[in-house]
């Protein structure tokens, strides 16, 4: 029988999905690619198949789940089966400077960056880069993970001296401009199978672990609400308007993205620096019950993948 088959490495991440798929009746199976073999002459079960893998696997002690990932979508590929989210969304999504560059292809603004292979190469790229206050971050992050504000060369230039830069897994660093958000929050633009889901509103005050899933939050400072009432972390902004959104819906299409997210931080000329493509959306629970328009996320991926296991069944038929 077809199935729906998702690969990931994170069984938490999974359990509003797999309650959508629940309730739609739809047919699916788990690959937990965490530890895995692979038999290179063995055909692939027909289905579709949804990638899940996310750049932060390292965190959960996952080291190497994208690299079998890479892997197991070639296997797939060969074998011409239908994947969310392919191999080229697995490039973008474990590779920040790559990002950039395919975000130049579509003319869509980053702030400035550079990148370096060596830690002691840090310095002199942020001399070249004369843009203070700087970021630097790891190539391959998740979560924020490594990501750090510097206000001057002299912080940075401590930092390295004290070992406290921390270490990028594939040796390379970004050097990038900040950009200050005008209000002190940034937008992540949430798409499905293409298609405008809806636009979060995310709190940055706190620091850069701005991950939106309910498994995410680390104490009140990164609860979805916090314990005041009075304000929220992530808030679904429901009369959400950008002339860039086509622009945005074009650039996940070219890349092989179904599922994924753009993130920008808005400065106080209104100018929107794509700062983040993420492969491996999430969504808070919270935010989308106090939402008006009243739409899940998982449950609107559930629906996308049981229609385009329909259209594959149809294909059969026909």
């Known amino acids: 029988m077809d199935k729906i088959y ?45 990638n899940r893998m996310s750049a932060s696997a390292h965190t959960r002690e996952h080291r190497y789940a994208p690299e079998i990932t890479n892997n197991l979508l070639a296997w797939l590929h060969r074998h ?41 190469l840090l310095p002199q790229a942020a001399e070249s880069l004369n843009q203070y206050p700087f970021i630097i971050k790891p190539n391959r992050g998740g979560k924020g993970t490594g990501v750090q504000l510097f206000y001057s060369q002299e912080s940075l230039n401590s930092a390295i001296a004290s070992g406290d830069i921390g270490e990028s897994l594939d040796g390379i660093w970004l050097i990038q401009e900040y950009i200050k958000p005008v209000d002190g929050r940034i937008t992540r633009v949430e798409f499905v199978g293409g298609e405008f ?7 940055s005050s706190n620091g850069f672990q701005l991950c939106p899933a309910d498994s995410c939050q680390v104490g009140d400072a990164f609860c979805p609400v ?24 074009k650039f996940l299409e070219k890349n092989d993205i ?10 106080a000329t209104g100018t929107k620096y794509v700062y983040d493509v993420n492969t491996n959306t999430n969504y808070n629970a919270a935010a989308e019950s106090l939402s008006d328009k009243n739409r899940q996320g998982m449950y609107e991926i559930a ?16």
């Open 6 to 50: 998702v690969i990931h490495e994170n069984e938490t991440w999974l359990k509003p999905l797999r309650a959508a798929f629940d309730k739609l009746n739809l047919p699916y199976e788990e690959w937990n690619i965490d530890k895995m073999t692979l038999d290179l002459q063995a055909i692939p079960p027909q289905g579709i198949f949804y």
């Open 80 to 120: 011409n089966r239908t994947v969310i989210n392919g191999w080229r969304a697995l490039q973008l999504e474990v590779r920040k400077s790559e990002q950039y560059m395919a975000l130049q292809e579509h003319g869509i603004k980053h702030p400035k960056t550079l990148i370096a292979n060596d830690v002691s």
């Open 197 to 203: 889901l809806y636009a979060v509103s995310i709190d």
């Open 226 to 249: 916090s314990q005041s009432g009075n304000s929220s972390k992530f808030l679904i902004i429901d009369n959400y308007e950008n002339n860039d959104i086509p622009k945005y819906s």
């Open 258 to 267: 179904g599922v994924g997210a753009i993130e920008y931080a808005e400065d």
């Open 303 to 318: 629906r996308h993948l049981g229609q385009q296991l329909q259209a594959i069944k149809k294909l059969k038929r026909a």
